[in-house]
C-alpha cells in the first residue's frame, strides 16, 4: 500500500470525499523503482487530478476495432458512487487492483477508491494476481481468466474465497468457476456493462442464497428493448445518452434481465437464426475451452456455421450435443482461438482467420 500527500491532492463530490492511499511523489527514489504498472497509475492519477474535466478511455475491442472516447470525470465518480453504495464499501477498506489501466475497468477501481477513501494495493496484471499476497481484501475486481486461474491452486482459491466483494467482469462467467465459487461465503458478482456505461450498470450474484441467472440494474437505470429485442439503457447518472446494445436480452417483471447473446452475433443459415453463444454454451462441457464458433459466407445457406478449434476433434463428440441446424458445418483448426486484451474472443479477427484458412485450403 502506497501513501498520499493528502494536503498536495485534492477531488471534491458533492460535500466531501476522499483520497485513497497511493503514493504520488514523482520525485520519490521509491517511485522510480516501481513496476511500469505503478507508473500507469501515477500518469492515470496525474491525469485524474489535473483540470480537464475528462479523460480519455478506451474499447475493447471485443467486436471491433478498439476506439477511444472521452469521458466526464464526474460521471465517472458518480458510477463509483453507485458500486461502493451498492457493495457497503467504506473508507479504509482494503481494495485490490489487479487489472490493466489502459480499460475502464482498472481506471474504474481507482476511482473507487478515491471516492469512497479505499485503501488500493496495486498488482501488476497478470493470469494469478494472488499468486504472491497474503492480503484479505474487502473489495477486488476481476477478470474471468484471472479467477479460473486463481481457482486451479489451494492456496489462491483459499485467497479469493477471503474477498469480502468480489466484482467479475470483461467476459462471460464459465458455469465450471460458477460452480466452484458457489461455496464462497462472500458475495461473488458477475458485472454488466460496457465502457459507454464506466464500467458496469447491472450485478448478478453467483453465489450464497441469492444466487441468479439475472442481472439487476441500479435504481437509477431504466432498462428497455429495441424491435429487435436488443437492449437499451437510460442510465442519467453515467451518460446523457440513451445507449442502445447488441445485446439480447429479456426483461423481467422485477426489472431484472438475462442475456441471450449478442445481436451481431447472429448467424442466418438457410433462415434459421441461430445464436453463436447459445452453440458455445452447448458444447462448453464437451470441449472445455480452446474453441469458439463463427461463420463463412455460402453460396446455398448465406452463412455456415464454422468450429474453429485449437485441437484435433471427433465430430461424434458434439453431434449429440447440438440439434441439426446448429451442427457446424465446418471445422477448422487454429493454433489459438484470438483474443482481446481484456480476454474476450476478438469475435472480427476470428471470423478473418476463418476465412484466410478457408480459402488457403481451398
Known amino acids: 500500500m502506497y501513501q498520499l500527500d493528502r494536503t498536495k491532492q485534492t477531488i471534491t463530490i458533492e460535500e466531501k470525499a476522499y483520497l485513497p492511499d497511493v503514493f504520488l511523489d514523482e520525485n520519490s527514489p521509491e517511485f522510480i523503482s516501481q513496476s511500469d504498472f505503478h507508473n500507469d497509475l501515477f500518469l492515470f492519477l496525474k491525469d485524474w487530478f489535473s483540470d480537464s474535466p475528462t479523460l480519455k478511455v478506451q474499447t475493447s475491442g471485443s467486436t471491433g476495432i478498439p476506439k477511444e472516447m472521452l469521458v466526464e470525470k464526474s460521471r465517472m465518480m458518480q458510477s463509483a458512487q453507485l458500486t461502493c453504495s451498492f457493495l457497503g464499501l467504506k473508507k479504509g477498506d482494503s481494495t485490490l487492483l489487479c487489472m490493466s489501466l489502459d480499460y475502464i475497468a482498472g481506471k474504474m477501481v481507482v476511482v473507487r477508491a478515491l471516492v469512497a477513501g479505499l485503501d488500493l494495493y496495486p498488482i501488476p496484471p497478470s493470469g494469478n494476481p494472488l499468486k504472491d499476497t497474503d492480503k484479505e481484501f474487502c473489495f477486488a475486481a476481476m477478470i474471468p481468466l484471472q479467477v479460473f486461474n486463481s481457482l486451479q491452486s489451494d492456496t489462491e482459491k483459499k485467497r479469493l474465497s477471503n474477498i469480502k466483494n468480489l466484482i467479475i467482469g470483461g467476459g462471460s462467467i464459465d458455469p465450471q468457476i460458477e ?21 458496469h450498470i447491472a450485478l448478478r450474484q453467483l453465489n450464497c442464497n441469492k444466487a441468479s441467472d439475472h442481472y439487476y440494474p441500479f435504481d437509477s437505470v431504466i432498462l428497455s428493448i429495441s424491435e429487435d429485442n436488443a437492449l437499451i439503457i437510460d442510465a ?33 443459415s438457410g433462415g434459421v437464426k441461430i445464436q453463436i453463444e447459445e452453440v458455445e454454451a452447448l458444447l462448453k462441457p464437451a470441449l472445455n475451452n480452446g474453441f469458439a464458433i463463427t461463420s463463412l459466407p455460402d453460396p446455398k445457406f448465406g452463412e455456415i456455421v464454422v468450429l474453429a478449434i485449437e485441437r484435433e476433434i471427433d465430430e461424434n463428440l458434439i453431434s449429440n450435443l447440438l440439434p441439426v441446424y446448429f451442427m457446424p458445418k465446418k471445422i477448422i483448426r487454429v493454433n489459438k482461438i484470438p483474443l482481446t486484451e481484456t480476454g474476450k474472443i476478438s469475435r472480427v479477427a476470428l471470423k478473418q482467420l476463418v476465412l484466410n484458412k478457408s480459402a488457403n485450403s481451398q
Open 179 to 199: 460452480k466452484a465459487i458457489k461455496s464462497f461465503s462472500h458475495k461473488v458478482y458477475s458485472t454488466y456493462g460496457m465502457t459507454e456505461t464506466l464500467s
Open 236 to 268: 442519467p447518472l453515467v451518460s446523457n445518452e440513451r445507449l442502445y446494445t447488441n445485446d439480447i436480452v429479456e426483461i423481467y417483471e422485477d426489472k431484472s434481465f438475462r442475456i441471450i447473446g449478442r445481436k451481431d452475433n447472429i448467424i442466418n
